[in-house]
């Protein structure tokens, strides 16, 4: 005999499409966060010592963004069952030999890279944020967003989110390459477009074979590091890499506890 009373049905996976839009929201939500954060930095009167200030905004900068992937979560799985393995926040593996391989393949793409953006004409803007005869509480706010705020929204909106969706609904290539063309133009620098987009599929690379972000959000960061520091940073960025690190020890200790 059959119960009179409704079942209640298993929430549904998250569609594809929704997680294409949790990353274009994630997206917005870091050019928000930055016009909030530096537009009121502007606003607010300097004051003395010069240090907290700059303390003041590196922490809210950090702060906001924190907001921004809770927003973002809470886009993709609202009504949806969570899976945080399906947007590649899972505990890493095979991460040495991952490692290895990757620096390899950056190191003979990116000539290749370079050669191609000169060829067809695109070798004009740049990424970097010069910070040279610059402050140290400037060089140590640019290493803040350079180094630890900018791997973690964009590995978790670009390899994260919309390589998921992208994965899911057209295959693994198509996905890798095509959330590295996006990737790389969301930097708005027409120099980084093609360099960028290859070094993205190399990262979308990595999360399939770690299974997690969590490694390429490390190598992102690594490679903000050398950036940040030979464009004037020269130390500043160091101990920011140590802060990176320890969230991805955190973050990876955290999702080990997780059910599986």
């Not at 954060?37 to 003041?56: E, Q, T």
């Not at 905004?57 to 949806?80: D, H, K, S």
């Not at 400037?138 to 180094?147: C, D, E, G, K, S």
């Not at 399939?208 to 190598?219: A, F, P, Q, Y």
Request: hydrophobic share 55%.
């Amino acid at each position: 005999m059959e119960t009179l009373t409704p079942s209640v049905s298993e929430p549904l996976p998250p569609a594809w499409t929704r997680l294409a839009l949790a990353a274009g929201a994630l997206i917005l939500f870091d050019f928000a966060a930055a016009i909030l954060v530096f537009g009121s930095a502007v606003v607010i009167p300097r004051f003395d010592p010069l240090w907290v200030r700059s303390v003041i905004v590196a922490i809210a900068w950090v702060g906001v963004n924190a907001c921004a992937l809770v927003a973002a979560y809470q886009v993709a799985f609202t009504g949806r069952r969570p899976n945080l393995a399906a947007i590649g926040l899972a505990a890493s593996r095979k991460i040495p030999s991952t490692v290895a391989i990757y620096v390899v393949a950056f190191f003979v793409v990116t000539p290749i890279g370079i050669v191609l953006t000169r060829a067809i004409g695109l070798d004009h803007g740049s990424t970097s944020i010069d910070t040279a005869d610059r402050p140290l509480r400037a060089r140590m706010v640019v290493a803040v967003l350079a180094v630890l705020v900018a791997p973690w929204i964009e590995e978790v909106a670009i390899r994260g989110l919309l390589l998921g969706a992208l994965w899911s609904r057209f295959g693994f290539w198509i996905g890798a390459f095509g959330s590295g063309l996006v990737w790389a133009s969301i930097h708005l620098t027409p120099s980084v477009l093609i360099i960028f987009t290859v070094e993205g599929a190399l990262l979308a690379w990595v999360r399939r074979r770690t299974g997690s972000i969590l490694t390429g959000i490390g190598l992102h960061g690594t490679q903000n590091t050398f950036a940040t520091a030979f464009t004037g940073g020269g130390w500043a960025p160091v101990p920011v890499a140590g802060l990176l690190l320890a969230s991805l020890l955190a973050a990876n200790r955290y999702i080990r506890t997780l059910p599986s």
